[in-house]
DNA sequence: AAGGTATGTTAGATAAGTCTAACATATTTA
DNA sequence: TAAATATGTTAGACTTATCTAACATACCTT
């Protein structure tokens, strides 16, 4: 029943990705394109064409343009939301600078199980929407005690507060 | 000055990871026993201790066994704590179960940046040391949510605490 | 529509990492 | 100690992913 759902490769994770982002943004995904976004050569591209057409993930014609199938779009999208979470559970959480972020996000994105992911989005939720049963406090204790390693004493706390109203 | 820091890819990673744990547990990392961790067969291991010992990341003689060197311990020393690091998170912050954790934390390891190895392992000491300026409950709240989707409301906390004593 | 530029493809090389099958060396044990 | 067993190495093939150089097609522009 139903097709076998194949394990593809980082790389050609990568690739979906960024037919998916060029199909988002500019409307067509094209061989020169995808080079540009990945930093790799046109034969490159070519090639991972010629293997996620095979695999059924995109179709593509010669001389032609590369459009995700359904399965390929849900693949893609899956990369997409885990590099998301990712990426925001490093920024938002863990403050780490935007450049870091995305960087490690892009390859942690490949290396989560489904079970992390579910995990991290309800984490991320748990934060943003205040859900720590109203205390938000710890939250501004993490991130001054990410940042200086120190403890967030009553006095501390005072000056934090004022420099967040900055 | 110095050694240029090679950047090893993450195979490489783990071959250095499995013969100091082997070091650490047996004494001596053989061929057989760094395959068998690894799950490839000895060739694959031969051609790889070939490798580590042209990076001078181990010694190693014919027939004889492998050793790491001080750049080697080193670098074993850095995937070990990365990955201690993710683990503990995953499997006690985020409560991902132990065989989960281990596999996610056995390819996050490769792939994260000093800054966010350095941010995860002061969230977890947050955590674990109770830094959050004496507001443990957030936790209890996080967990809760992580697990059933809901948010701690006053009754529920109430057999939260109950089922924690248990 | 012809020519030039941009884009896409092919061919062939390279590198990393894996495998199997065959062979070599060590170690154990009868 | 000699044979049997375990362990380590070599040779050669395969896969994935990349590259350069050369070639093919498409498109724009005048």
């Known amino acids: 029943m139903g097709v076998k759902a194949k394990r593809i490769s980082s790389n050609m994770e990568d690739y979906l990705e960024a037919i998916a982002f060029l199909k988002r943004e500019k409307g067509i995904a094209?061989?020169?394109?995808?080079?540009?976004?990945?930093?790799?050569?046109?034969?490159?591209?070519?090639?991972a064409l010629i293997t996620l057409a095979k695999d059924n993930l995109i179709l593509h014609e010669r001389y032609g343009s590369a459009d995700l199938t359904k399965e390929g779009q849900r693949l893609a999208g899956d990369v997409q939301r885990r590099h998301d979470t990712v990426f925001k559970f490093l920024s938002r959480i863990l403050e780490i600078d935007e450049k870091t972020a995305q960087a490690d996000a892009c390859k942690i994105e490949h290396a989560i199980s489904p079970m992390t992911f579910g995990r991290l989005t309800?984490?991320?939720?748990?934060?943003?929407?205040?859900l720590d049963g109203g205390n938000p406090q710890w939250l501004k204790s993490l991130k001054h005690y990410l940042k200086t390693g120190k403890k967030l004493n009553c006095r501390m706390r005072q000056v934090a507060l004022k420099k967040n109203k900055e």
Not at 32 to 41: A, E, F, N, Y
């Open 122 to 130: 309800k984490f991320i939720q748990f934060v943003e929407v205040g």
């Open 30 to 47: 094209r061989v020169s394109d995808i080079g540009r976004l990945l930093q790799v050569k046109k034969p490159s591209v070519n090639a």
